[in-house]
């Protein structure tokens, strides 16, 4: 069994913040925002996962990564957490792409927030460097 599967919805948060943490350098260990573990009415936890095609450079990557935070914190997303696991090999082609740059954003946002992701990620000129993504509830 993965690890945080079947624990409820706190596992899931638990396991994914470590990873984000972990990636990100963040505080103490098992120290999560309180965003996160007790969201205000009308927000949710959310995880995005990018992965970005695989010939962008380092400065590409940290200009996509850092562009998306800043495109949360607008639709009002607290306590972003960024894990960029870098170029990692996939089971099945993406657009022709055996390789992928993958990114995992961990952040509490109003609900309305995930359509416009959703939006923002399904417009053409992302497309040339986001070749798939999914945001979840965990």
């Known amino acids: ?7 409820g919805r706190a596992g899931g948060v638990a396991a994914g913040a470590a990873a ?10 098992g120290e999560l925002p309180a ?5 205000a009415k009308g927000t949710a936890v959310y995880e995005t996962v990018l992965i970005l095609r695989p010939d962008l450079s380092e400065g590409e990557v940290e200009a996509e ?5 800043d495109f949360l914190e607008a ?35 109003p609900f309305q927030c995930s359509r416009a992701v959703q939006n923002r990620l399904s417009a053409p000129d992302d497309a040339k460097r986001v070749m798939r993504f999914i945001t979840v509830r965990p």
């Open 65 to 69: 990564v850092g562009e998306f935070r």
């Open 75 to 109: 639709q009002g997303a607290q306590d972003v957490e960024v894990a960029v696991k870098g170029r990692q090999r996939m089971a099945s082609p993406i657009k022709g792409e055996w390789n992928g740059i993958f990114a995992l954003f961990m952040y509490a946002a």
């Open 20 to 29: 984000a943490e972990g990636a990100a350098g963040g505080g103490a260990a």
């Open 1 to 7: 069994r993965r690890p945080g599967a079947g624990r």
């Open 35 to 39: 965003s996160w573990t007790d969201p």
